[in-house]
């Protein structure tokens, strides 16, 4: 199974399951996450939520077969696609439980919109992270609400046109991550998050993630929406087929003019 879901001590442990592709998405997963989200906002036995990965890597990204599909998809199928991606992004970020992130290893592309969307993330000092979407002519349009928000657009300029790798340390003091600690500790610090969260009222909780949110500007429909057009038309362009096609060949793209 891609996704392996339990329950410990009122905590719903997601792991992805993939370790074999480093965790990559494909729609299967995407469909998975989305629907043990929202499983585990609904269940009143579970207080907390944590995403966690078998293997060496958090997650890679969008899997290599589900990009050879997309390649071929048209502007609708590409549009339908991304809603999907949107749907679960928009289900984490809005989940009335808390959401916990445990980053043991490389997280990039759509992975750093699941660390954005998820209310505490923890690293571990060797996790590198990547926003890689123009190094293969797309754009990180879905995730990007999530990650302007918790970098700021003045960092968001950088990392998404650069694509560059950066370390735990430069997380943590973006803002994508709350805490850095050596692989040893980070079930602790896990723990100890877990145990502050339960010792909160579950009501309360909720209206207080629903109070950021409020007082945030949350993002609207309108917006969702128009991030998935975006990305849609990306895939379907031109050089979004070059930069797939090309990765996928091993070869640099050659880009046509903007």
Same mark, same amino acid.
């Given at each position: 199974?891609?996704?392996?879901?339990?329950?410990?001590?009122?905590?719903?442990?997601?792991?992805?399951? *993939?370790?074999?592709?480093?965790?990559?998405?494909?729609?299967?997963?995407?469909?998975?996450?989305?629907?043990?989200?929202?499983?585990?906002?609904?269940?009143?036995?579970?207080?907390?939520?944590?995403?966690?990965?078998?293997?060496?890597?958090?997650?890679?990204?969008?899997?290599?077969?589900?990009?050879?599909?997309?390649?071929?998809?048209?502007?609708?199928?590409?549009?339908?696609?991304?809603? %999907?991606?949107?749907?679960?992004?928009?289900?984490?970020?809005?989940?009335?439980?808390?959401?916990?992130?445990?980053?043991?290893? &490389?997280?990039?592309?759509?992975?750093?919109?699941?660390?954005?969307?998820?209310?505490?993330?923890?690293?571990?000092?060797?996790?590198?992270?990547?926003?890689?979407?123009?190094?293969?002519?797309?754009?990180?349009?879905?995730? &990007?609400?999530?990650?302007? %928000?918790?970098?700021?657009?003045?960092?968001?300029?950088?990392?998404?046109?650069?694509?560059?790798?950066?370390?735990?340390?430069?997380?943590? &003091?973006?803002?994508?991550?709350?805490?850095?600690?050596?692989?040893?500790?980070?079930?602790?610090?896990?723990?100890?998050?877990?145990?502050?969260?339960?010792?909160?009222?579950?009501?309360?909780?909720?209206?207080?993630?629903?109070?950021?949110?409020?007082?945030? %500007?949350?993002? &609207?429909?309108?917006?969702?929406?128009?991030?998935?057009? *975006?990305?849609?038309?990306?895939?379907?362009?031109?050089?979004? *087929?070059?930069?797939?096609?090309?990765?996928?060949?091993? *070869?640099?793209?050659?880009?046509?003019?903007?």
């Amino acid at each position: 199974m891609s996704l392996l879901i339990s329950q410990e001590n009122g905590v719903a442990v997601l792991t992805l399951n *993939r370790p074999e592709v480093h965790n990559a998405f494909d729609d299967a997963l995407i469909a998975a996450l989305t629907a043990a989200y929202e499983a585990a906002g609904r269940d009143p036995g579970v207080r907390a939520i944590l995403l966690r990965a078998n293997g060496a890597s958090f997650c890679a990204g969008a899997d290599l077969n589900w990009m050879r599909r997309m390649a071929a998809y048209s502007l609708e199928e590409n549009l339908e696609d991304a809603g %999907r991606l949107g749907a679960l992004m928009r289900t984490i970020d809005t989940c009335p439980k808390p959401t916990l992130a445990r980053v043991h290893g &490389s997280a990039f592309a759509g992975a750093i919109g699941l660390i954005a969307c998820s209310d505490i993330a923890v690293a571990v000092p060797e996790a590198l992270f990547a926003v890689t979407e123009v190094r293969i002519g797309l754009i990180p349009a879905v995730i &990007s609400p999530y990650l302007v %928000r918790a970098m700021g657009a003045r960092q968001a300029r950088r990392y998404f046109l650069t694509a560059e790798r950066f370390d735990a340390a430069t997380a943590l &003091s973006l803002g994508l991550v709350h805490e850095v600690v050596a692989p040893e500790d980070l079930d602790a610090a896990i723990a100890r998050h877990l145990k502050a969260l339960a010792a909160g009222s579950p009501a309360a909780l909720a209206a207080t993630k629903d109070l950021v949110a409020a007082v945030d %500007r949350p993002l &609207s429909h309108d917006v969702i929406a128009d991030t998935a057009r *975006r990305i849609a038309q990306q895939r379907a362009s031109c050089d979004g *087929r070059e930069g797939l096609t090309a990765f996928l060949e091993k *070869r640099k793209p050659e880009w046509g003019q903007p």
